[in-house]
């Protein structure tokens, strides 16, 4: 089997994935502009071959890359980077290359949340009012309807980068004269808690793993508000979300691919409202939370599901695992050797985040991993407290 991994060094953790294809005989063929002398050991040990391009962005260059390995070791088998951001360029090479996965034609339904409203629908799942952005009459007629908050959106985007929660006619204004040329969705504003649907499905779209994340806030008020954020997995799951989950992969056809799928929980009917869909895993270390919260290796059941397409490991969730971002930019009650002293026995793991996702998820992060959801809470609590 040949694969493709795009970007293969990126996020850090994410060499792992290549690693455990390696272990099962697959020939992983990286595509990056990292040269190669800055990649890790463990990276390069994991390469059958490499190939640097100028320019990730260049599709051209892309497609040269993949020419070259087709000529080199014949058909390309699978192509990913398991992030958002590759995601439309994943699709165009497997496109032109006719490789297993989500092509040019499945890219909207997935990428474009307007289209995303329609497929959790047909899945019976309710969603939020909203409507496309087509002009300010448009959106002023929108929020008579529905009423202030509204939340505008990019029709295709990444977390909460460029949305805005509008308050009132100011606001609504602004918005109309200053948001960025991309298509916009307007969607009224619900008061609820995010909750998640998570996992792995195997070749023929069959859930082999499931999990569940629950957030301190939403990630447009970490970003907007600058604030810190924590998030940890459940050890069981709610009935009525796994079964909305499991309508929703059945209508988004999610084959042999990580996913994460975004809910709100309404605070004061309880009900499940859709979101959005990701085909991906959760950002971030996530991966390895789960792999703390179920003593399992995700990273291997991956390859062996796209090599074999099994998932071997019995799982049960011990754990709730707990991720706690702090910013440099604050000034916390607590610093490192007070945090370790004081919870260090359930901290699993600890580390510096890329400034990539330092804005919605900090600068530094602890991992804490134990049974007692309320301790978990106030290891985050004492973790993040501020100064006053």
């Given at each position: 089997?040949?694969f493709?991994?795009l970007s293969?060094?990126f996020p850090?953790n994410y060499?792992?994935f290549?690693v455990?294809?390696n272990r099962l005989g697959?020939?992983?063929?990286?595509?990056?502009?990292?040269?190669?002398?800055?990649?890790?050991?463990?990276?390069?040990a994991?390469?059958t071959?490499?190939y640097?391009v100028d320019?990730?962005?260049?599709?051209?260059?892309?497609?040269?890359?993949?020419?070259?390995?087709?000529?080199?070791?014949?058909?390309?088998d699978r192509?990913?980077?398991?992030?958002?951001?590759?995601?439309e360029?994943?699709?165009?090479?497997?496109?032109?290359?006719?490789?297993?996965?989500?092509?040019?034609?499945?890219?909207?339904?997935?990428?474009r949340?307007?289209?995303?409203?329609?497929?959790f629908v047909?899945?019976?799942v309710?969603v939020?009012?909203g409507e496309?952005y087509?002009?300010?009459?448009q959106?002023?007629?929108?929020?008579r309807?529905?009423?202030?908050p509204v939340v505008?959106?990019?029709?295709?985007?990444?977390?909460?980068a460029?949305?805005?929660k509008?308050?009132?006619t100011?606001d609504?204004d602004?918005f109309i004269?200053?948001?960025p040329?991309?298509?916009?969705?307007?969607?009224?504003f619900?008061?609820?808690?995010?909750?998640?649907f998570?996992?792995?499905t195997?070749k023929?779209?069959?859930?082999v793993?499931?999990?569940?994340?629950?957030?301190?806030?939403?990630?447009?008020?970490?970003?907007?508000e600058?604030?810190?954020?924590?998030?940890?997995?459940?050890r069981?799951?709610?009935?009525?979300?796994e079964?909305?989950?499991?309508?929703?992969?059945?209508?988004?056809?999610?084959?042999?691919?990580?996913?994460?799928?975004?809910?709100?929980?309404?605070?004061?009917s309880?009900?499940?409202?859709g979101?959005e869909?990701?085909?991906?895993?959760?950002?971030?270390?996530?991966v390895?939370?789960?792999?703390y919260?179920?003593?399992?290796?995700?990273y291997?059941?991956?390859a062996n599901?796209?090599?074999?397409?099994r998932f071997?490991?019995?799982y049960n969730?011990?754990?709730?695992?707990?991720?706690?971002?702090?910013?440099?930019?604050?000034?916390?009650?607590?610093?490192h050797?007070?945090?370790?002293?004081a919870?260090?026995?359930?901290?699993?793991?600890?580390?510096?985040?890329?400034p990539?996702?330092?804005?919605?998820?900090?600068?530094?992060?602890?991992?804490?991993?134990?049974?007692d959801?309320?301790e978990a809470?106030?290891?985050?609590?004492?973790?993040?407290?501020l100064e006053?």
């Amino acid at each position: 089997m040949n694969f493709v991994h795009l970007s293969p060094h990126f996020p850090p953790n994410y060499y792992l994935f290549s690693v455990n294809l390696n272990r099962l005989g697959v020939r992983v063929l990286g595509i990056a502009d990292e040269p190669y002398e800055q990649l890790t050991p463990d990276m390069t040990a994991a390469l059958t071959e490499y190939y640097r391009v100028d320019d990730m962005h260049s599709y051209d260059q892309l497609l040269r890359a993949c020419g070259y390995f087709t000529h080199r070791h014949g058909k390309i088998d699978r192509i990913d980077s398991h992030t958002e951001y590759w995601l439309e360029t994943e699709a165009g090479l497997r496109s032109d290359f006719n490789i297993f996965g989500p092509k040019r034609r499945d890219i909207s339904r997935i990428k474009r949340k307007s289209q995303m409203r329609a497929a959790f629908v047909e899945a019976g799942v309710p969603v939020a009012r909203g409507e496309l952005y087509t002009g300010p009459e448009q959106a002023r007629a929108f929020v008579r309807s529905v009423g202030f908050p509204v939340v505008a959106k990019p029709d295709i985007g990444v977390g909460a980068a460029n949305t805005y929660k509008i308050s009132d006619t100011e606001d609504l204004d602004r918005f109309i004269a200053t948001r960025p040329p991309v298509d916009y969705i307007l969607e009224e504003f619900l008061d609820g808690e995010i909750c998640t649907f998570d996992g792995l499905t195997d070749k023929d779209g069959n859930p082999v793993f499931l999990s569940s994340l629950h957030y301190s806030q939403g990630i447009m008020e970490t970003v907007n508000e600058d604030l810190d954020v924590y998030y940890y997995t459940l050890r069981t799951i709610p009935e009525d979300l796994e079964d909305a989950g499991r309508q929703s992969l059945r209508v988004f056809n999610v084959r042999e691919r990580f996913f994460h799928i975004e809910f709100f929980r309404l605070r004061e009917s309880g009900q499940l409202v859709g979101l959005e869909l990701n085909l991906r895993p959760p950002g971030g270390p996530t991966v390895d939370m789960w792999n703390y919260a179920n003593e399992i290796d995700l990273y291997w059941e991956w390859a062996n599901v796209v090599v074999n397409n099994r998932f071997v490991e019995t799982y049960n969730t011990k754990y709730h695992c707990c991720y706690v971002g702090r910013k440099h930019s604050k000034r916390y009650v607590h610093d490192h050797e007070q945090i370790m002293d004081a919870f260090g026995y359930c901290i699993a793991h600890h580390q510096p985040m890329s400034p990539v996702f330092s804005v919605a998820m900090g600068d530094y992060t602890y991992i804490v991993r134990t049974p007692d959801l309320d301790e978990a809470l106030a290891a985050a609590q004492y973790i993040q407290e501020l100064e006053s």
